[in-house]
Every structure is written in C-alpha cells, then in structure tokens.
C-alpha cells in the first residue's frame, strides 16, 4: 500500500534528446511555484482519500551553479497513519539552463520502512554514481522528479494522435528505458474543476504494485503552464486516482480552467 511512492514512480517519464526536449528551455514554471494534489484509493467501488502530496519549486545554487530544486513531499492520510504512515521526501537538483539533474535525494518513510537514498549525475561522462558505485547511463538522463518537469516543457500541440515520445529514467541503480502515448485533447472535471486538458498514457514498468503497459492516464493543463490535474490508473488491487487541489505562483495563468467545482 505504497500510494505515495506509487504516485511518484508512475507519473515518472524524459524525453530524450533526439526529440528536440532534451535540453529546452523552462517556459512552464518559475521559482516559488506549489502544487497539491490528493490522492484516493478505490478497492470496492468507492474513493477513499489515502493521503496528499506537494510539489515545489525553488532557485537555488548547487556547488556554485544556478539551480532549481525540485521538491515532492508526500503524506498518508493521518486518520490512517495507525494503519500505515507514510511521510516521504523526494528531491531534484537540476541546473536552470539545462534542467538536467546533478543530484536526487528519496527519504521514504513507510510503516517500519525506511530508506535513504542519494543519486549524483554526471552528464558529460553518462554515468550516475549511488551508494559508492557508478552506473552508466544515456545522455540527457533524469531522475523521477525532475523528469516530470523536464516533461512540462514538451509542446503537445506538434504531436500526432498515438504519437509516442519515448524515454529513459534512472532508479534504483538502473536506467528504465519508456515511453508515452500522445491520446489527444478532452474536457476533465476533477476535485478542483473542469479543465481543457491533453490525454497522456505512459508505458508503465512491471512491479509488485501494478501490471506494465499503458494502463495508466495522466490529464495535464491544455495552457502554458501544462500542469498533471488528473492521474488514474489499476493496481494490482483497486485503482488509484490523484487529483490537483491547489496551487501557488504559477507561471502563466491558468486559462485552461473552464469551471471550478462546486
């Protein structure tokens, strides 16, 4: 019952550099933005909120670079935390330009779990180094966390219907090659409203929570900013619905927003 850590793992994709993403420039964010999403779980029909999590963005300076840093915090709902707490800490270091990632921390919390993990990138020599080993990796390589912003910045409206963006991450000491699927534009009501939104799905890797292929759905802004409003997808057991609940200094108005809920 790993909602949070699920929730970072699956809206986890890059673009790689052979389709002109790699390197873009940021024109979705800007420092001091915040958002927050809830996140349910659904195993007999009904959504249950099991907890909430919250991204931020800060400017920052990484071993004298300019840098972003990209924080998510994700929280189990405390009127369970009796039954499985969870409090984890992700975190990207990424230089401004470039939005490649230098560093990326996960501090997990999970019932009687409990791990930290440290990842240092060297993009020039293609290799991530963790826990004292290097690994190689490919060029314009991310971690979970910055790869969801990296992938703010696509611009959608070149895409074709079931166009496939492929991609590459790095965890847990390995580089997972994948990709998404471009499903178009539609009209999404979730907890905080209606929005015009682009429809993604994204090639899932086989774990003990879920079954791999293109299962899950993501609902991003159809504006500038380009943010997740909607994240749905089964599990192994019932299925998990995120939605985006508020937000803080965003870059670009939110023009996508057809109606608030009421």
């Not at 809830?38 to 931020?56: C, D, L, Q, R």
């Not at 939605?243 to 670009?252: K, P, Q, S, T």
């Amino acid at each position: 019952m790993l909602f949070i850590q699920l929730f970072f793992t699956l809206i986890s994709f890059f673009i790689p550099a052979d389709n002109n993403i790699c390197r873009q420039p940021n024109t979705s964010y800007k420092d001091g933005e915040k958002i927050k999403y809830s996140i349910y779980y659904n195993v007999i029909g009904i959504y249950v909120s099991a907890g909430k999590a919250e991204f931020t963005t800060q400017l920052s300076s990484f071993e004298g670079k300019d840098t972003y840093t990209f924080r998510a915090i994700g929280k189990s709902n405390s009127k369970y935390d009796w039954i499985f707490k969870v409090r984890d800490v992700y975190e990207s270091i990424v230089d401004v330009k470039t939005l490649l990632p230098y560093q990326f921390t996960r501090n997990i919390n999970e019932g009687s779990f409990h791990q930290t993990d440290l990842i240092s990138f060297n993009q020039k020599a293609k290799n991530a180094t963790t826990l004292g080993n290097t690994y190689p990796t490919s060029d314009c390589t991310y971690d979970v966390i910055s790869a969801i912003y990296a992938a703010r910045n696509i611009s959608f409206d070149n895409l074709q219907l079931n166009e496939k963006v492929y991609l590459n991450f790095f965890l847990d000491k390995e580089l997972y090659p994948s990709y998404f699927k471009y499903l178009g534009k539609e009209q999404i009501t979730t907890q905080y409203g209606t929005f015009k939104a682009i429809k993604l799905a994204p090639l899932l890797v086989k774990g003990s929570m879920f079954k791999g292929g293109e299962q899950m759905t993501i609902w991003v802004t159809d504006d500038a900013n380009h943010i997740p409003v909607r994240i749905q997808t089964p599990i192994i057991v019932g299925n998990i619905k995120v939605d985006m609940v508020g937000y803080e200094n965003l870059r670009h108005p939110l023009n996508s927003l057809v109606e608030l809920t009421q």
